[in-house]
């Protein structure tokens, strides 16, 4: 090659390589762990009940994208994205007995409702993703007041915008009356220093309207590169009301993360799967700017092994947590297993979840965990199913 | 100096990489369109891909788009919706009649929905056989391609 032809071309593209080896050299973090896994058990999961609710013109089981057992009206609740309304079910019959237009309180279809929780047979607290929006509604009155969990005040990588989901559903504690939720703020770019920064639980005092922040992320996600929302940044969490303590399952980690509401203190408890014993985070650095698109991200997240939800059974005072493992071919087949922890957090089993059923999809209740039946439902029923487990004799 | 070529010649791979991912998605776009659905894109002067779920706003600007189009029998551009589990979930959305325009195809088994990215809809222009990334502009109430 002619040496001023390759001036003219090769140099600017040789100074480009070198920025990038050096602003963006392998990062990747193996998250290991070593701890010898020693179970109880050998357990087999299998479903033991189904229940059927039917829909009616204006509801498919996915329109339904926030779903809440109401302990107190004995009620199953439904949010209905496709006319913003709540169907309210009979826990014992399964009929709808009721539909609330949230329209006439002022949401739109262009809101971007997420999740709601009913204080009592009047007042329900409203989330709208869109500008991280918490609205008190009386049914009687209409929206009383709302505020935005998110500000821009101050440094806003230590604020969380809350992403409210089946397996991050709002928390209420109904004697402080304080609103819980977890999320996160960014995607993935941040120094370490300010990585560490990152907070994922916000308390809300329904009160006084403060708010606070806290529970970082655990140490080897700062300066890493997690895939973002697409891959391990949204935490997943679950309420155990008697000890008021929310147990977060953080996607990389193989521990879950205990939080003493009362304190915002948290501690880890050792929760890892018997399928995989680390997880790796993307090779390119977050330094500067994130260059990976939410594709190479999405792809990467399917292609590794993570954890999933966790979820309290109060009914028999255990915990489920789901490991989903890693699909090579990266279609849209998904195996999942369900790690089966006791009351303190102890691992019992592991075992293969019920492939019919979706685990992020879950309804807490009186009677145990109903999981989303993805086989079973269709456009007229939505369906859930119970999971029980039962020794496999060797 | 042979490194320094190797490694210009890996720069100049991955500059035009993204040349090449267009010209992949196009055709696998029109040989999923071709063998799934029996349908030629050189009909159609747009193709609109819009997905169920993800950015609202923008969502909502195709849709309207789509709307636009919903009287006519023929229409110069082929709408993707896709992201849907159930028909009756688009219908509810999208309205009965919409369903029925042969110029809109639903994906209920989400084979154009790796094509979306970020939740945004996707919009290209055809133009002699070639694909270019269009965006929907809103003015005066009608809704064009960009």
Request: proline content about 3%.
């Amino acid at each position: 090659m002619n040496f001023k032809k390759w001036l003219i071309f090769g140099l600017p593209v040789l100074f480009i390589s070198l920025v990038s080896f050096l602003l963006f050299p392998s990062y990747s973090y193996v998250n290991k762990y070593s701890v010898k896994l020693e179970t109880d058990d050998r357990l087999e999961a299998y479903i033991d009940s189904t229940i059927y609710f039917k829909l009616d013109a204006n509801s498919t089981p996915e329109s339904f994208i926030y779903y809440e057992f109401d302990q107190s009206q004995k009620l199953f609740r439904f949010l209905n994205i496709s006319n913003t309304s709540i169907h309210s079910y009979d826990a014992v019959t399964k009929m709808q007995i009721e539909k609330m237009n949230l329209m006439k309180f002022g949401f739109s279809p262009n809101s971007k409702l997420q999740g709601f929780h009913f204080l009592n047979k009047d007042s329900l607290i409203v989330y709208d993703y869109s500008n991280a929006k918490l609205s008190l509604v009386s049914q009687s009155i209409g929206i009383r007041w709302s505020k935005s969990l998110f500000t821009l005040r101050g440094d806003i990588f230590d604020k969380v915008y809350p992403n409210v989901t089946q397996s991050s559903t709002l928390i209420y504690n109904d004697s402080l009356q304080y609103i819980y939720a977890t999320g996160f703020m960014g995607d993935e770019g941040a120094f370490k220093s300010v990585d560490s920064k990152r907070k994922v639980l916000v308390e809300f005092d329904l009160n006084t309207k403060k708010l606070e922040y806290a529970i970082p992320y655990p140490a080897f996600y700062w300066g890493r590169n997690w895939a973002g929302a697409s891959g391990f940044r949204q935490p997943f969490h679950t309420y155990n009301k008697r000890k008021n303590h929310l147990v977060i399952s953080f996607l990389a980690d193989h521990n879950l993360s205990v939080v003493n509401l009362t304190t915002l203190q948290s501690r880890n408890v050792f929760a890892g799967s018997r399928e995989f014993d680390q997880i790796q985070s993307m090779e390119q650095a977050p330094l500067l700017f994130d260059f990976t698109s939410s594709k190479e991200k999405t792809d990467y997240y399917n292609q590794s092994n993570s954890y999933g939800p966790v979820v309290y059974d109060a009914d028999n005072d255990v915990y489920h947590r789901i490991a989903k493992l890693a699909n090579k071919k990266n279609d849209f087949e998904r195996r999942y297993s369900i790690i089966v922890l006791d009351s303190l957090l102890n691992l019992k089993s592991e075992c293969p979840f019920p492939n019919e059923l979706v685990p992020f999809k879950s309804i807490s209740t009186l009677t145990g965990i109903w999981y989303f039946n993805k086989a079973k439902s269709n456009s007229g029923e939505i369906v859930f199913s119970r999971v029980n487990f039962k020794k496999i004799l060797i | 100096m042979r490194n320094i070529l190797i490694i210009s010649i890996l720069s100049w791979l991955t500059l035009t990489s993204c040349t090449s991912n267009e010209r992949d998605k196009k055709e696998s776009l029109e040989t999923l369109l071709k063998d799934r659905y029996n349908i030629s894109i050189q009909r159609y002067k747009a193709v609109v891909l819009i997905p169920s779920s993800g950015c609202n706003e923008c969502i909502n600007e195709a849709e309207g788009l789509l709307q636009q189009e919903f009287n006519k029998d023929v229409s110069d551009y082929l709408f993707l919706i896709t992201g849907y589990e159930h028909s009756k979930t688009a219908k509810i959305r999208l309205g009965e009649s919409a369903l029925g325009k042969n110029y809109i195809l639903l994906d209920t088994l989400s084979h154009f929905t790796p094509f979306i990215n970020n939740g945004k809809p996707i919009v290209y222009r055809i133009e002699n056989n070639k694909f270019y990334e269009a965006r929907i502009d809103y003015s005066n109430n009608i809704y064009t391609l960009n």
